[in-house]
């Protein structure tokens, strides 16, 4: 028989392969490209197919043909404005809207990193704990809150009053409760605990040395400041504002809470509104957004990766002297204290008010119930099962479906990140490693409402690919940076020896990894499990366009509810996501040590 | 017993060579020294030899057993080797006990816990360290952790113990009193130490051979003493010995088969040859151990003190000859005043003269 390899090259490839890091790397270069690249192609194609129904009707072309018609309407069709209403308006809202809010969280962020690491601020503990929060809760959170807090009869398609004009008598604007302004300040104070995570970790690892160097030198404090730490986390400023800006960009939940009763459209939500009726438009504005996404983040790995050496972890970061705020701490203390408060706390309040008034606005104990979280067969719980949630088998079946489907992201995303980060690290500096890390960090370029048109697009290709199955995959795919970030830290914090003692004394490959590297790093790889879960949990729109029926996930079911108009029902099912995220993130931050400002989110 | 042979062995990572057509042969119980500046190539040969690193050519054999060969597509995997390994920063186990990562490594090989129990107890015996058994490596020092992995090393009685620069984080005390345990212990486990260092005094104190690398390429394989009496080259000349040797800039003439004339600081002497010199170039190097250079009060040659550096037991003295400043080693602790005039002799028949130019070693002789 012929064979096509020399021994010489027979026996390279076996020791190729011998290396259980080689048969890692070449396995997820294949099941990457085949898990992001294969559905982007797919996607591209899609825009320029004609789909059964309206759009076929449209063009007066078959189902099935390819034309530029879709590409056409959304960017150059100027009958009744078409495009720009579709394309033009919502995309300038979507930039004007992510500039402003990766502005704020960086200010805002920045500003109480530096407060923390460096000043002598009060109730550090708290505001820190605290801090990190509205990252954890979902980002809808806010937005809910501002909605059912500030709404009035006056603006949007108003019906009922929301507390400050119930209970205060005070009718806000339009332009304070819906659209641009309300959106760009939720998404800012959202992803401030992001910037707050990585600029605070930059300063905090940060040489005190550099700054006590200038400090030696007679140097004034604002000026070591402006001339001495800024530059050192310039690099890092820009990397948040590019992935806020990233993030904010693709948000979806935000914009549909706060901007559709307004008619205020972003890309996401617009993309949203076409994908039914128009699939050929709806596609092409996700591909939009990841482009918008890739070249967005290929220009922050560019920036990261050649400043990298600027963040350089000496571990010796010694004592150092804090600026003493004066008088200014205990006003500057105090106020973020009630930004905390009102940011973090008081949504959970009013949820769990708005859950239990039975006539909107009315807000004395008389109109109270706890019909809607434990009432059973009342005729007025009007949400299909004439239950409360806590008793409802459909609420407490999309829960169990919401864990099982966190659960099994966290489980293929965690052990795929452990796995990956030990072949990345292993094979460090070759060019297969190099590959393998910017594939497994494709899907976070990827907007998230984008990624699951994507996958709606594969699902109706690939039989079999349907309900648990495609939300567990695009999960596990779309959280997989997260995890593979935390195995590369992780491995990369563990001298090469380590393994070697133990492959020097035969130890097989899958005992070295459970035995010694696995428990050694523990933490670490276990916040690579803990992110996809939390994420997963409270995940809307990378999952809204897979999800079989809206009362297949928690999340999906809110948003249902919460555009039928049954406030007390919507208002339940938040806080249980939110308890549900906060206690999950809890019991494994107590029980492992793993949190989540340990890995980089998005 | 083993044996250890390396042919034509290359080691390149992208463009450079880290190691450059090597050949050794490591005999059987000998303890080598792989020495040289750091990225000399020493640590990636020792990492070849116990299978952890792939050489690009070559071929390693250990026992008479072929484990490496580009030709024949050979690569027996380290554990296969029968090799120990210990490394620079120890790489103990934190999440293990001193116990348990000396017995991991046995588990592993399938012997029964009794026979653990008693190896583990005669290697703790044998360390001094039997108190600390249940200790975690973080709650151990420096000294201790090193034990523990020369125990954990030792654990399965490997025919051949790597050690890369086992020494380099312990304070100065510790080094010297660990180099006089490594050396006890090369005897009583009668095996083969392979040792990689950049401290050309622990290799001078600790092998019977010692292999000095530069840059990928093997300078000199040779005993100690040799290594430091007749470098083979310039750069092994240097590298050895400390302080080092002065290196005196000449012309040379030759005179006989044995003798040439070399003038170098304004002076002129004869060159005796311990063998004959063949072609002599004119521009040479003479090469002179501080020691070789003494200072008495009826040497022929005058030179001024430079600067003086008693340490107790010997002197070195920086004196100015010619247009050069010259290293001089006298025994016992003398403070001579700064710019005093002494008089120089150059004694014994281990002057050493190079070829400026290839840097080779021309021949040893006397003044």
Same mark, same amino acid.
Request: hydrophobic share 45%; with cysteine.
């Given at each position: ?201 930059? @300063? +905090?690892?940060?040489?005190?040395? /550099?700054?006590?160097?200038? $400090? =030696? ?6 000026? %070591?400041? !402006? ?97 003493? @705020? +004066?008088?200014?701490?205990?006003? /500057?203390?105090?106020?973020? $204290? =009630? ?6 706390? %008081?949504? !959970? ?254 | ?367």
């Amino acid at each position: 028989m012929l064979n096509p390899f020399s021994a010489k090259q027979r026996a390279r490839l076996r020791a190729f392969f011998g290396k259980p890091a080689n048969v890692i790397l070449i396995v997820f270069c294949v099941v990457l490209t085949v898990l992001t690249l294969y559905p982007l192609i797919l996607l591209f194609m899609e825009t320029i197919t004609i789909h059964a129904g309206k759009e076929a009707r449209g063009a007066k072309l078959a189902a099935g043909d390819f034309s530029l018609y879709s590409l056409a309407k959304v960017f150059a069709e100027p009958k009744n404005a078409y495009s720009k209403l579709t394309f033009y308006e919502p995309l300038l809202n979507t930039l004007a809207v992510a500039l402003t809010a990766s502005l704020i969280a960086i200010v805002f962020g920045g500003m109480v990193a530096w407060l923390i690491t460096r000043t002598n601020l009060k109730y550090k503990k708290f505001i820190s704990t605290v801090f990190v929060f509205p990252y954890i809760m979902p980002a809808w959170t806010l937005a809910t809150f501002w909605q059912t807090f500030f709404k009035n009869v006056n603006v949007g398609a108003g019906t009922s009053n929301g507390i400050m004009a119930a209970v205060f008598g005070i009718y806000m604007p339009e332009w304070f409760v819906y659209g641009y302004f309300p959106i760009s300040l939720v998404l800012g104070l959202h992803y401030a605990p992001f910037a707050y995570i990585l600029i605070g970790g930059i @300063l +905090r690892n940060m040489d005190a040395n /550099l700054e006590e160097a200038a $400090t =030696i030198l007679k140097t004034p404090r604002w000026r %070591v400041m !402006l001339r001495i730490t800024l530059p050192i986390v310039k690099p890092a400023l820009l990397s948040t504002l590019l992935l806020v800006f990233a993030s904010s960009m693709s948000a979806y939940s935000v914009p549909i809470f706060l901007g559709s009763p307004v008619r205020y459209y972003v890309l996401s939500t617009k993309m949203m509104s076409l994908i039914n009726n128009y699939p050929g438009q709806g596609y092409i504005i996700a591909a939009v957004m990841i482009v918008f996404g890739v070249t967005i983040l290929a220009i922050n790995q560019r920036i990261t990766g050649s400043r990298k050496s600027y963040t350089t972890v000496t571990g010796k970061s010694s004592q150092i002297s804090l600026v003493n @705020l +004066r008088w200014l701490n205990r006003p /500057l203390a105090v106020g973020l $204290t =009630i930004v905390m408060v009102m940011v973090a706390v %008081v949504p !959970l309040i009013t949820f769990a008010l708005e859950s239990v008034i039975i006539k909107a606005g009315d807000y004395s104990l008389s109109n109270m119930t706890l019909d809607f979280w434990i009432g059973r067969n009342l005729d007025y719980l009007d949400q299909g099962d004439s239950t409360g949630i806590l008793l409802s088998a459909k609420v407490l079946k999309a829960l169990g479906f919401s864990l099982a489907l966190a659960v099994t992201c966290a489980l293929v995303a965690g052990t795929c990140g452990v796995l990956a980060g030990y072949g990345i690290v292993k094979r460090r500096g070759s060019r297969l490693s190099t590959l393998v890390s910017n594939l497994s960090f494709f899907p976070y370029l990827m907007p998230s409402l984008a990624f699951g048109a994507i996958y709606l697009a594969m699902s109706m290709r690939v039989p079999g690919l349907q309900g648990f199955a495609v939300l567990a995959l695009i999960g596990s795919v779309k959280y997989l940076p997260f995890a593979s970030r935390s195995g590369v830290n992780a491995m990369l914090q563990l001298s090469g020896e380590i393994e070697e003692a133990a492959l020097i004394v035969g130890v097989p490959w899958y005992k070295r990894m459970l035995r010694i590297i696995f428990p050694i790093q523990k933490s670490s790889f276990l916040s690579g499990y803990l992110l996809p879960m939390v994420s997963c949990m409270r995940e809307l729109s990378l999952f809204v366009l897979l999800v079989p029926t809206s009362n297949t996930l928690l999340t999906t079911m809110l948003m249902q509810y919460s555009e039928k108009g049954w406030a007390q029902f919507g208002n339940a099912i938040n806080l249980l996501i939110i308890v549900v995220v906060l206690l999950v993130n809890f019991i494994v931050n107590k029980v492992t040590g793993a949190s989540i400002d340990k890995g980089v989110g998005g | 017993m083993p044996e250890i042979i390396l042919k034509n062995v290359t080691k390149r990572f992208g463009k450079s060579v880290a190691v450059d057509n090597l050949n050794l042969t490591i005999p059987t119980r000998s303890f080598i020294t792989l020495l040289g500046p750091s990225g000399c190539g020493k640590t990636t040969t020792l990492r070849m030899i116990a299978g952890l690193e792939t050489p690009t050519e070559g071929e390693i054999i250990i026992d008479g057993k072929t484990v490496f060969s580009s030709e024949k597509g050979v690569n027996v995997p380290p554990n296969k080797r029968d090799v120990g390994f210990l490394f620079q920063n120890y790489a103990l186990w934190p999440h293990m006990t001193v116990y348990q990562n000396i017995a991991f490594g046995l588990e592993n090989l399938k012997w029964d816990k009794k026979r653990i129990r008693q190896r583990i107890d005669e290697l703790l015996a044998m360390l001094k360290i039997e108190e600390y058994e249940k200790r975690y490596p973080s709650e151990l020092s420096g000294g201790q952790q090193q034990r523990v992995a020369i125990a954990r090393t030792l654990a399965p009685n490997p025919k051949v113990l790597f050690m890369d620069e086992p020494l380099s984080n312990l304070d100065a005390k510790l080094r010297t009193e660990m180099r006089t345990e490594l050396k006890r212990l090369h005897i009583d486990t009668d095996s083969t130490f392979v040792y990689v260092t950049h401290d050309q005094l622990e290799a001078m104190t600790l092998s019977t051979k010692v292999c000095l690398m530069e840059k990928g390429l093997l300078q000199q394989y040779a005993s100690p003493l040799e290594m430091y009496l007749r470098p083979a080259n310039l750069f092994v000349a240097d590298f050895m010995g400390s302080p080092t040797m002065n290196f005196l800039k000449a012309t040379a003439k030759k005179t006989g088969d044995c003798t040439c004339e070399v003038s170098f600081c304004g002076l002129t002497r004869t060159f005796t040859g311990s063998k004959p010199l063949g072609d002599v170039p004119e521009q040479v190097t003479l090469g002179v151990r501080p020691e070789f250079m003494t200072i008495r009060p009826d040497g022929p040659v005058k030179a001024s003190v430079y600067s003086t550096l008693p340490a107790g037991m010997e002197t070195t003295v920086k004196l100015r000859l010619g247009g050069e400043i010259v290293t001089s080693v006298i025994f016992g602790s003398v403070d001579y005043p700064i710019d005093s005039e002494v008089s120089l002799d150059f004694c014994g028949s281990d002057m050493l003269l190079y070829s400026t130019e290839s840097g080779a070693l021309i021949a040893d002789g006397s003044l």
